[in-house]
Each structure stands twice: as C-alpha cells, then as structure tokens.
C-alpha cells in the first residue's frame, strides 16, 4: 500500500478547504495543517472600530490534527483575485457568524490551499488585493487588513 505523501493535519485542512470548511482558530492555518494563533482585541475608536493584533508566539504553534476537538464553520466567498502567472488565487469572505472573515490564498489547477486567515471577530472581509508581496483585504467595518503573503501571521491592520 502506497503511504500518502500528506500528513494526517495537511488532509484535514485540504478536505476542509475544497468542501467549503474552515476551521474556527483565530489566526494562520497554513495548507500543510500547522496552525499559528493570533489574538485579535477591539480597541475602542467612535468613528470606526479597530483591532490590535497580538501574536501567539512560536511556542504557541501547533497541528491541526494535534488539536483536539476543533469547531467548524462553512465559509462564503464574496471576492477573489487571481494572478495568472503565478496561479495563486486570494479569496476572502466570511464564515457561519456575523463577525467571521476570512482570507485565503490557494494555488494551481486543485486550488490548493497555502493559508487561511480566519477571525471570529473581524468581521466578514469584502475586498481583496494584491500589491507586490501583500495581500491587502477589506472588511465591512472599512478596515484594512495586510498579510505579507510569505509570512500571513505577521499581519497589521490599518
């Protein structure tokens, strides 16, 4: 018996991914399954809500499939882009809850998933753009999200 070339996380999150699934982590979860958690926190602003970003560290790294009991959510897309040349294709949209959004990237002829960024407190994302080596995404409350596409844990908001 041929042994698959994907780890036991990198099936989970591919099968999730091309039946419409994401899973409810506030953070990075990349295509091979590992996740990077990021902590999201509403500062206070009466013109338009903002969030600061807080990063889980390396020491808070971990597989999807070394999680335990993860909860999911379907996922809508409302925009995407793609850049021929490359096949990546950026989506974003938003998940089951009115304050769920999500950025993807994914890759090739399969749509592979590279990364999903996913916060239950961000609210859906509606426009997505890419400028040299970032993804730039938009959510309803007009708040610019970036994610350096190398390193999407490294993401600011405007």
Same mark, same amino acid.
């Given at each position: ?54 990063? =889980? &560290?390396?020491? @808070? !790294?971990?597989?999807? %499939? ?12 409302? +925009? ?14 938003? =998940? &089951?809850?009115? @304050? !769920?959004?999500?950025? %993807? ?12 960024? +996913? ?40």
């Amino acid at each position: 018996m041929m042994k698959s070339p994907f780890t036991e996380s990198e099936c989970i999150i591919q099968e999730a991914w091309k039946d419409g699934r994401c899973p409810i982590i506030n953070g990075i979860i990349y295509g091979n399954g590992k996740i990077k958690p990021l902590n999201i926190t509403y500062v206070h602003d009466e013109k338009v809500p903002k969030y600061n970003i807080s990063y =889980g &560290g390396e020491s @808070a !790294d971990m597989w999807l %499939a070394d999680r335990g009991d993860v909860k999911w959510t379907y996922i809508t897309q409302l +925009f995407e882009t793609h850049d021929e040349q490359s096949s990546m294709r950026i989506s974003c949209g938003e =998940g &089951g809850m009115g @304050a !769920d959004g999500y950025v %993807a990237l994914s890759k090739g002829e399969d749509d592979a998933l590279v990364w999903v960024a +996913f916060f239950d407190r961000s609210n859906p994302f509606t426009e997505v753009r890419v400028s040299g080596a970032t993804v730039y995404a938009k959510t309803t409350l007009d708040n610019v999200w970036q994610f350096p596409i190398a390193e999407p844990q490294s993401a600011t908001i405007e």
